[in-house]
């Protein structure tokens, strides 16, 4: 039962890989280099026609796209993993609260930092779009990170305290982006103590190695 995962390093499809890892399935790691916009080839647009990443496709041949749609897929799949708490829990609306949230705001600000040029026909506006964007992306890991009710401890990092959820690898991975590698620690202690620990997991250790060194 192999999974095909298009993606690339450091991208959104990192953390569909995360969540792969940790239920054991097996997956095919096809690359979409970003680099060389090749996400807006035809090729790729015949399996994805947003021209984005990731996509997984599932066993049974279903084309799956948008992160927050993949990631409730596997762990409804995969029962065993224990991904998702119960459904109608208060513990699973949470969950997806700061999920949906982190994605839906945080998505603009970073589509408008990586491509600023697509946001004004000016093309002096550029930086200052960049500049507004890191701006507000910043401000919502810094409101997640006074509501979302982490605690930081070590025996307790994740967004439900000492059980891991896909929606920590989404928390790990999104904050990153917009140049906020060097920034969170600092700004943001508690979304860096879950960072660390989801990178610690053993069976998510090989994945960050893979896409971040360390």
């Known amino acids: ?30 690359d979409v280099p970003l680099a060389t916009d090749a996400q807006l080839a035809a090729e790729y647009r015949r399996i994805n026609p947003m021209g984005r990443i990731p996509t997984l496709i599932l066993p049974d041949g279903t084309v799956l796209t948008e992160t927050l749609a993949i990631l409730p897929t596997l762990a409804d799949r995969h029962p065993e993993a224990d991904l998702l708490p119960p459904p109608g829990s208060s513990e699973r609306a949470r969950v997806l609260r700061w999920m949906v949230l982190a994605g839906a705001e945080g998505y603009p600000h970073v589509t408008r930092w990586d491509y600023p040029a697509r946001f004004s026909a000016d093309p002096a506006h550029a930086e200052a779009i960049r500049a507004r964007a890191q701006e507000m992306y910043r401000d919502l890991w810094r409101l997640i990170e006074a509501e979302a009710g982490l605690t930081g401890e070590p025996a307790a990092p994740y967004l439900l305290g000492a059980r891991f959820t896909i929606a920590d690898a989404y928390l790990t991975v999104l904050p990153r982006w917009a ?18 620990a989801v990178a610690a997991r053993p069976r998510i250790a090989p994945v960050w190695t893979r896409h971040y060194g360390r």
Request: glycine share 14%; aromatic share 6%; with cysteine.
């Open 1 to 30: 039962m192999t999974y095909v995962l298009y993606g690339d390093t450091g991208s959104g499809s990192v953390i569909v890989e995360m969540a792969l890892a940790e239920i054991g399935a097996p997956v095919e790691l096809r």
């Open 179 to 196: 140049d906020g590698r060097g920034w969170l620690p600092e700004a943001c202690p508690k979304l860096a103590a879950l960072g660390r």
